[in-house]
């Protein structure tokens, strides 16, 4: 299947600190990226949805202006939390959808946030 | 009321059990669906798409009842290795292609 990868895997830092994440579609381009936030033992929940070439579209309650995505091209989105603070350590996963035909989204292996 | 539901479980079934999990949803517009699986601290993996007319793929079945907004997914002779969080997806909008995730089922296989 197609593969996705995220980096880093994991990042520690200290509370105040912008921290970027990069989410890559390997092997096809994704016209369509989304960004997930998943805090144990809870469901997945979509943040943005990001779109090559132009503004992402973020869900209710998530501050644009605190989570930068920027997605620049068809295999590359980035995920940049601004001044990061304790409450945002969170497992932060990406997935990217090819274009055309289907609605199967493939999913990074995540970065996991520690804020301290 | 959320609009993708599941039971949480813990759902602790032995091996070569049979067991079912059950999900519901909210939005009667919504257009496709799928089972993913999630093993701790890991991403998501598709475990298959749920279609109108039920599918099957080896030892899993999943089913569709648009009329009553459930989706469900059926594993026959369970293996250790089925032990997971099985979390129920469902596309609101194809065009838009969001999608809603259940908060998973956690399903414990044991010797």
């Known amino acids: 299947g197609a593969v996705v990868s995220q980096h880093p895997s994991r990042v520690i830092c200290k509370s105040g600190t912008s921290v970027k994440i990069e989410c890559r579609s390997l092997d096809f381009q994704a016209t369509t990226m989304f960004w997930y936030r998943q805090f144990p033992k809870q469901s997945l929940m979509l943040m943005a949805t990001s779109n090559e070439g132009s503004k992402a579209t973020y869900e209710q309650g998530v501050e644009k202006d605190k989570f930068l995505i920027n997605h620049a091209s068809l295999t590359l989105s980035t995920l940049t939390v601004t001044s990061a603070h304790p409450e945002d350590s969170s497992f932060y996963i990406c997935?990217?959808?090819?274009?055309?035909?289907?609605?199967?989204?493939?999913f990074g292996p995540g970065t996991r946030l520690t804020v301290l | 009321r959320k609009e993708v539901e599941q039971d949480p479980g813990p759902f602790n079934v032995p091996e070569g059990a049979t067991v079912a999990f059950n999900c519901t949803y909210s939005?009667?517009?919504?257009?496709?669906f799928f089972w993913y699986r999630q093993d701790c601290r890991k991403e998501p993996k598709l475990l298959m798409s749920?279609?109108?007319s039920g599918n099957e793929d080896g030892r899993f079945t999943a089913q569709l009842n648009r009329a009553s907004q459930y989706i469900s997914l059926l594993i026959r002779d369970s293996k250790l290795s089925d032990s997971a969080t099985y979390l129920c997806?469902?596309?609101?909008?194809?065009?838009?292609?969001?999608?809603?995730f259940g908060s998973g089922t956690r399903l414990s296989i044991r010797p």
């Open positions: 997806v469902v596309n609101r909008n194809s065009s838009a292609s969001k999608i809603i």
């Open positions: 997935s990217a959808r090819s274009r055309g035909v289907t609605d199967t989204q493939y």
């Open positions: 939005n009667s517009a919504s257009q496709s």
């Open positions: 749920v279609y109108s």
